[in-house]
């Protein structure tokens, strides 16, 4: 029997593809929202899991196939992941909001942050059952092929509620048996400044230096580090989110340890001349400074930086 699709994911990078054939493994009906008529149809993908330590063989990409749902056809869906660069999300969102039904909810997960406070006040306008969650993930996966990925990394998923209405239980449930090392958290967005300091300091220094992400451990970079982190927390502290400053400085190198040998998402995006997420993740770090009539110069000079290598 074939039931209709009910989850819809926007954005085909890696995450978005990860989370699909994880929900599609755990037999949810799932599908990605395509960019035009065109596109619609089935889809072919292929997954490469990830090698445990006493795989000897190679392990084999396994081929799946999921729909492309067009704007046009999407009444049945309940769910909407949103997996776009965090600078697509408004555009790409924006035009949907119509023609999903009123009882939709958007989940948000990409890299940095600012979004979700542009998009709390469409969604409130809609007091009509509509909600929003935003999440994070660590879990490590590599886009080899336009539909192809491979899973690089084990990591913890968070999810929360935002704004509206709550995700019911019956999505929250199958969110959390389909991903690996996930949770439902009270408070989302202090789990968001945290991986933002991840990434505010992983990020733009080895896009800047040209490095994988273990190089960070040596000793010359601890000061900068030190200061993007000292500079967040007092940056969230003003919004309202209490951060412990060790517990960030330990787990910001313990990223380093873990992805040693990875070249992070920045310094990929400079390489293949592609836009960054700076803005959404260093220059966010400084919009909320400014909001508050502070500054961030540590930060500022990296946004700057990185804009203009980037250019
Ligand atoms: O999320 C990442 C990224 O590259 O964007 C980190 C955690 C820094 C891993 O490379």
């Known amino acids: ?56 063989q190679q392990i084999q990409a396994i081929p799946y196939s999921v729909p492309i749902l067009t704007a046009d056809a999407l009444d049945n869906i309940r769910l909407v992941i949103v997996c776009v660069k965090a600078y ?10 119509k023609q999903l039904p009123s009882q939709c909810h958007i989940l948000l997960l990409h890299n940095g942050m600012g979004p979700h406070l542009a998009l709390a006040p469409l969604i409130n306008a ?30 913890l998923t968070q999810l929360g509620h ?17 991903i690996p090392s996930s949770e439902w958290v009270d408070a989302i967005v202090p789990c968001l400044w945290q991986k933002l300091a991840v990434n505010a300091a992983i ?24 200061s993007i982190l000292d500079e967040l927390v007092m940056v969230a502290a003003h919004d309202g989110v209490s951060l412990d400053k060790s517990f ?5 190198y313990q990223v380093i340890r873990l992805t040693a040998g990875n070249f992070s998402s920045m310094h990929q995006d400079i390489a293949h001349k592609r836009r960054t997420e ?21 930060n500022a000079e990296l946004w700057a930086r990185v804009k203009h290598l980037a250019v």
């Open 248 to 252: 960030l400085h330990d787990r910001v």
């Open 88 to 97: 697509q999300v408004l555009d790409a969102l924006s035009p949907l909001l």
């Open 278 to 298: 700076i803005d959404q993740i260093n220059g966010y770090i400084c919009e909320r400074a400014q909001a508050h009539g502070l500054s961030a110069p540590v």
């Open 1 to 56: 029997m074939t039931h209709a699709v009910d989850i819809a994911i926007l954005g085909a990078g890696a995450v978005g593809q990860l989370i699909c054939r994880q929900l599609t493994v755990a037999g949810m009906d799932v599908g990605f929202i395509g960019r035009n008529a065109l596109e619609s149809g089935q889809q072919v993908l292929s997954f490469t899991p990830l090698a445990s330590a006493d795989d000897h």
């Open 203 to 226: 990020n733009p220094l080895t896009a800047l230096y040209q490095c994988p992400n273990g190089k960070l451990a040596e000793p010359d970079f601890s000061e900068v580090i030190k």
């Open 126 to 155: 809609q007091a009509n059952g509509r909600g929003l969650s935003l999440g994070t993930t660590s879990q490590g996966v590599l886009r080899q092929a336009p539909w192809q990925i491979k899973q690089t990394g084990q990591g």
């Open 162 to 178: 935002f704004a509206g209405a709550e995700l019911t239980k019956h999505y929250r449930n199958a969110l959390l048996a389909a």
